[in-house]
């Protein structure tokens, strides 16, 4: 299983992006996928997860209310809409994919993107 995330880039205050996760290798909704980011000088962190079938989906409190997580099951991606950004969401961010349980901590993914850098300029 190979995932790609994209979509990171430099915005302000209160500005918006959309992350994307596309994820080839095996059939994608047999996969609970998940956002983490690591900020500089701290551990990874959880900050959103959904169901293999979209059903269900879960936020860290410091996202909640602001960032949305979708998938689309025919396009092999899942996305992170992310609304009002603050400067302490300046951080790489990380898809991840697991079959067996939701990722809802670091320790859980069986497969990792790249990453891609988000910086919230004040």
């Known amino acids: 299983v190979q995932l790609q995330a994209y979509g990171g880039g430099l915005v302000q205050a209160g500005g918006s992006l959309r992350l994307s996760c596309v994820v080839s290798?095996?059939?994608?909704?047999?996969?609970?996928m998940g956002w983490f980011r690591q900020a500089p000088g701290k551990e990874r962190e959880f900050v959103s997860a959904i169901t293999g079938s979209g059903s269900k989906t879960y936020y860290s409190d410091s996202v909640k209310g602001r960032f949305t997580i979708s998938r689309d099951n025919a396009k092999n991606t899942v996305y992170l809409q992310m609304n009002s950004l603050k400067p302490e969401d300046t951080a790489v961010y990380y898809c991840a994919a697991d079959e067996r349980a939701v990722p809802t901590i670091a320790t859980i993914p069986d497969y990792w993107g790249q990453g891609t850098l988000v910086t919230v300029s004040s």
């Open positions: 290798g095996r059939t994608f909704s047999n996969y609970a």
